[in-house]
C-alpha cells in the first residue's frame, strides 16, 4: 500500500500522522512516576499549540483566542451562568469566523486556504469540548470554579487542567468527543487504550483498505453533471459510497491517535455495520458519528417537543457553518426522520405478514440509504452550484417520496377529539363526601410496634376474619 498518495490528498492524516507517535510517547510516559500530573497538562498543552501551530500557521490564533476564552469562563463563572456564556462567545466567535471563510468562497470568488478549514475544524470541535464542559459544570459532574480572591499563580495551576482539556492534541484535529472526566482518567493513567499490538495492525490495516476502496469509488463511474435517468442513481451511491469511506477510514486514524495517548473511549465513533445496514433514517442519524450525535441531543434536544428534531438539525447547520448546501441538507434530514418514524409507524399496524415484513425492510434499507446518500452529497457539495445538479436529478424524487407520504399521513391521522361545548362538567366529589381508605387491608394479619396508632382505631394486634 502506498500511503504518500493518501497523506497528500487528506492533509489532515498527515497531521494526524505526525502526532501519533507523540501520542505513544504520552502513553509511555504516563506509566512513570516521576512524570507528574502537572507536566502530563503541560505536556498535553505544549503539543496542542504546537500542532496547531505547524497545521494552520497564522490562522491557529483563532484556535488559541477561542480556546482562551472559554478558559476564561469556565475558570471565572458559577454553575448557574457557565454554560449560557461559554456557548454564547464560541457560537458568536465561530460564527464570525465562518462569515469571514463565506466571504472569501462567495464575495471574493477565491478558493479557501486548506491551513483555513483545518481551524474552523479544529475550532468546531473546541466548541464541542467547551460546551460539554461548561454542561458538566451545570448539572454537577464537574468541578466548578473555587469562589475566593486566589492569586494569579493559584488561578492558572487551576485553569491548567481545562485549557489542557481543550487544546490537548491528539483530540485538536480530529476524533470522537472526550468528555473532561475521561480526559482526566487518561491523563491520570487510568484511561483506556488501543488494546493489544495484533489490535492496532488490524485497524491500521483497515485503514489502508478504506483508503484503497474510496479511491476505486472515486474512479467509478460519471459524475452527477454528465448522467442521464438511472446513471444518475448510480453515481448517487458511488459518490456517497466515497465520501462515507473517506469519513470511516478518518474517524478510525482519529480514534487511533486517541487510543494511543490513552483516551480511547467505551465504543468507536462509527459503527460501520449500524451504518451500512440501517433501514431506519433515525437510527442512521444516531450512530452517524455517534459522539456528536449525542452531544447534539443532550445540547438541542433535551427540551423535548414537536419541533425538537428540527431544532437539533437546524442547529446541527448553524453548528457547521451555514453554507447553502449545509442548510439544505440538515432541513432536509429532519423532515425525513419524521417521515420515516410516521412511516414505520403506520406499516407496523398494516403489515401483519412475516415476507410482507421482510419485504418493507428491504425496501426501507433502499430508500433510505438513497435518501441519506442525497442528504450527505448536499451537505458535502455547500455551495449553490454545487447543489444545482443534485436537486435537478431524478434523485431528488426519493426524498420528494417521503415527503409526500409524510403530508398524506399527516393529513389522514384524525385530530385529537375535544369535549363539545354543552357537555356536562363531571362533578367532583367534595372533600368531606370522599371515603376515606381503609387503616389496614383486608384479611392481613398486621402488629403495630409500640406507640403507634392508626387514626380512629386502637394500637393493638388485629387478626380480620
Given at each position: 500500500m502506498d500511503w504518500l498518495p493518501l497523506f497528500i490528498v487528506y492533509p489532515v492524516s498527515l497531521y494526524?500522522?505526525?502526532?501519533?507517535?507523540?501520542?505513544?510517547?504520552?502513553?509511555?510516559?504516563?506509566?512513570?512516576?516521576?512524570?507528574?500530573?502537572?507536566?502530563?497538562?503541560?505536556?498535553?498543552?505544549?503539543?496542542?499549540?504546537?500542532?496547531?501551530?505547524?497545521?494552520?500557521?497564522?490562522?491557529?490564533?483563532?484556535?488559541?483566542?477561542?480556546?482562551?476564552g472559554a478558559t476564561v469562563l469556565l475558570s471565572t463563572l458559577g454553575p448557574q451562568d457557565v454554560h449560557r456564556w461559554t456557548f454564547f462567545f464560541q457560537m458568536s466567535w465561530q460564527t464570525l469566523c465562518h462569515l469571514g471563510l463565506h466571504y472569501t468562497e462567495y464575495c471574493l470568488q477565491e478558493p479557501p486556504s486548506a491551513r483555513l478549514c483545518l481551524a474552523l475544524s479544529s475550532l468546531m470541535l473546541l466548541t464541542q469540548r467547551a460546551t460539554s464542559l461548561s454542561m458538566d459544570i451545570r448539572d454537577g459532574k464537574a468541578a466548578a470554579a473555587a469562589p475566593g480572591r486566589a492569586g494569579w499563580r493559584e488561578r492558572?495551576?487551576?485553569?491548567?487542567?481545562?485549557?489542557?482539556?481543550?487544546?490537548?492534541?491528539?483530540?485538536?484535529l480530529g476524533g470522537p468527543l472526550c468528555s473532561f472526566r475521561r480526559f482526566q482518567a487518561g491523563v491520570a493513567g487510568r484511561g483506556?487504550?488501543?488494546?493489544?499490538?495484533?489490535?492496532?495492525?488490524?485497524?491500521?490495516?483497515g485503514l489502508a483498505g478504506l483508503r484503497a476502496a474510496a479511491g476505486l469509488?472515486?474512479?467509478?463511474?460519471?459524475?452527477?453533471?454528465?448522467?442521464?435517468?438511472?446513471?444518475?442513481?448510480?453515481?448517487?451511491?458511488?459518490?456517497?459510497?466515497?465520501?462515507?469511506?473517506?469519513?470511516?477510514?478518518?474517524?478510525?486514524?482519529?480514534?487511533?491517535?486517541?487510543?494511543?495517548?490513552?483516551?480511547?473511549?467505551?465504543?468507536?465513533?462509527?459503527?460501520?455495520?449500524?451504518?451500512?445496514?440501517?433501514?431506519?433514517?433515525?437510527?442512521?442519524?444516531?450512530?452517524?458519528?455517534?459522539?456528536?450525535?449525542?452531544?447534539?441531543r443532550r445540547l438541542a434536544f433535551r427540551r423535548r417537543g414537536r419541533l425538537a428534531a428540527l431544532r437539533t438539525f437546524a442547529f446541527s447547520a448553524w453548528?457547521?457553518?451555514l453554507h447553502p448546501g449545509q442548510v439544505f441538507g440538515f432541513l432536509c434530514w429532519a423532515v425525513m426522520v419524521e417521515a420515516d418514524r410516521a412511516i414505520h409507524a403506520s406499516a407496523r399496524g398494516l403489515l401483519r405478514a412475516r415476507p410482507l415484513r421482510l419485504l418493507h425492510r428491504a425496501l426501507a434499507w433502499a430508500l433510505?440509504?438513497?435518501?441519506?446518500?442525497?442528504?450527505?452529497?448536499?451537505?458535502?457539495?455547500?455551495?449553490?452550484?454545487?447543489?444545482?445538479?443534485?436537486?435537478?436529478?431524478?434523485?431528488?424524487?426519493?426524498?420528494?417520496l417521503y415527503g409526500a407520504l409524510l403530508l398524506l399521513l399527516?393529513?389522514?391521522?384524525?385530530?385529537?377529539?375535544?369535549?363539545?361545548?354543552?357537555?356536562?362538567?363531571?362533578?367532583?366529589?367534595?372533600?368531606?363526601?370522599?371515603?376515606?381508605?381503609?387503616?389496614?387491608?383486608?384479611g392481613s394479619l398486621c402488629r403495630l410496634p409500640r406507640g403507634a396508632a392508626v387514626p380512629g382505631v386502637e394500637a393493638k394486634r388485629y387478626v380480620k376474619t
Open positions: 494526524q500522522g505526525a502526532a501519533f507517535p507523540f501520542a505513544l510517547l504520552f502513553r509511555y510516559l504516563c506509566n512513570k512516576d516521576s512524570f507528574s500530573i502537572r507536566a502530563r497538562y503541560l505536556f498535553l498543552l505544549a503539543g496542542g499549540v504546537a500542532l496547531a501551530a505547524a497545521s494552520m500557521g497564522p490562522y491557529a490564533l483563532l484556535v488559541l483566542t477561542s480556546a482562551l492558572a495551576w487551576e485553569a491548567l487542567p481545562r485549557v489542557s482539556y481543550l487544546l490537548f492534541f491528539p483530540g485538536l483506556r487504550g488501543l488494546g493489544a499490538p495484533g489490535r492496532l495492525a488490524g485497524r491500521l490495516l469509488a472515486r474512479r467509478a463511474g460519471p459524475g452527477l453533471r454528465r448522467c442521464e435517468r438511472a446513471g444518475c442513481v448510480r453515481a448517487l451511491w458511488a459518490r456517497a459510497a466515497r465520501l462515507r469511506l473517506t469519513y470511516y477510514a478518518q474517524w478510525l486514524l482519529d480514534e487511533c491517535v486517541l487510543g494511543a495517548a490513552g483516551f480511547a473511549g467505551p465504543a468507536p465513533d462509527a459503527d460501520v455495520r449500524a451504518l451500512e445496514s440501517a433501514h431506519r433514517i433515525a437510527a442512521f442519524a444516531r450512530a452517524w458519528n455517534r459522539s456528536t450525535a449525542r452531544w447534539l453548528w457547521h457553518g433510505a440509504q438513497l435518501i441519506l446518500a442525497y442528504v450527505l452529497l448536499a451537505v458535502e457539495g455547500r455551495s449553490l452550484a454545487a447543489l444545482g445538479p443534485l436537486c435537478g436529478s431524478c434523485n431528488s424524487l426519493f426524498p420528494a399527516r393529513l389522514a391521522s384524525p385530530p385529537p377529539r375535544e369535549p363539545p361545548d354543552d357537555a356536562p362538567a363531571r362533578a367532583r366529589p367534595l372533600l368531606s363526601q370522599r371515603r376515606a381508605p381503609d387503616p389496614l387491608p383486608k
